[in-house]
C-alpha cells in the first residue's frame, strides 16, 4: 500500500460548520438559509421559486412564509434584487407555489 503524505490541514479549522445565514427579502430577518425559499432569476431572465436550490441563477432568500412574499412584493425589494420587473402572474405562482409547500 502507498503511503499518503501527511498534509497539514491548516486551512481546514475543526471547528462546528457555520450555518450559513440569509436575509429574508419579506421581514429583512436573518436566517439559516436551509429555512429560507429561494427566488432565483435564471439567465433567460425568468423569476420563480426554487425549492430545491438546485436551480442556476441569480437568487435571493425569503422565508418558506407567503406572508414575507407579499410583503417583498410590496416593498419591490424582488425587483430590487434582480434589477428587473417582476409581473403579477409571477408573483401570484410563486405564492401559489409557497402556500403549496407549507402543507
Ligand atoms: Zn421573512
Redesign the pocket.
Known sequence: MRKLPKIRQNNMPMKTKKIPMRM?L??S?MKPKKELVRVVKTKEGEISLDLTGKKAGRGAY??A?AE?LRKARKAKRLEKSFACRIDDEIYDAMEKELNANEQ
Open positions: 429574508c419579506g421581514c430577518e425569503i422565508c412564509d414575507c
